[in-house]
């Protein structure tokens, strides 16, 4: 019902998020759809993950082992395998996710609305700071031959280009 973000594997599956939402009189209202789907050789969708735990899923990079889903209804970052079970959780220090970027040493960077940041998240380790002070930080970006980082601000109609330390 919320289509939102896109993510192709290395085997060419490509992976969409259902951030369960559809627009209503008094703004975004939960539909209970909140799903990953996937999108095979054949072209037609099947879920990999339905409901619990993602809550309203949104931005979604895909891995050698499956995928990470960070989630706008909270402030968990999941790893699903191949089969849509949870491998791992991290969280970041606040809600409101919305793009993940994974770098080449398979740390993270995940845009938080509520925490007005992108936050680089080392698996296992927790999650720091990276861009602090953006207002409704969107669905993130990376230069990795400038070493940058792209952020669309979607209430202020521009991007901020910070670098990767």
């Known amino acids: 019902t ?3 973000d896109v993510a192709v594997g290395p085997d060419g599956t490509v992976y969409v998020t259902d951030s369960g939402l ?14 990953v789907w ?8 099947r879920p990999l ?14 891995t050698e082992d499956g995928v990470v889903v960070v989630m706008f209804g909270s402030n968990k970052v999941l790893r699903l ?25 398979g740390s993270l960077l995940v845009s938080s609305w ?12 927790g999650a720091m700071p990276l ?8 669905d993130i970006g990376q230069d ?3 070493r940058r980082v792209l952020v669309p601000l979607f209430l202020a109609n521009r991007i901020e280009v910070r670098p990767l330390h």
Do not use: C, K, M
Not at 131 to 138: C, G, R, S
């Open 131 to 138: 861009v602090e002070n953006v207002e409704a930080p969107a």
């Open 144 to 146: 990795a031959g400038r």
């Open 22 to 35: 559809r627009a209503g009189a008094q703004g975004f209202e939960p539909t209970g759809t909140d799903a």
């Open 2 to 4: 919320f289509l939102n």
């Open 38 to 45: 996937r999108f095979g050789p054949d072209g037609r969708p």
């Open 114 to 125: 509520e925490g007005r940041a992108v936050y680089h998240l080392v698996p296992g380790q």
């Open 81 to 105: 395998d191949g089969q849509g079970n949870v491998a791992a959780t991290d969280s970041v220090p606040a809600d409101q996710l919305d793009g993940v970027v994974r770098l080449a040493d």
């Open 49 to 62: 993950r339905r409901g619990a735990p993602l809550e309203r899923p949104n931005g979604i990079v895909a």
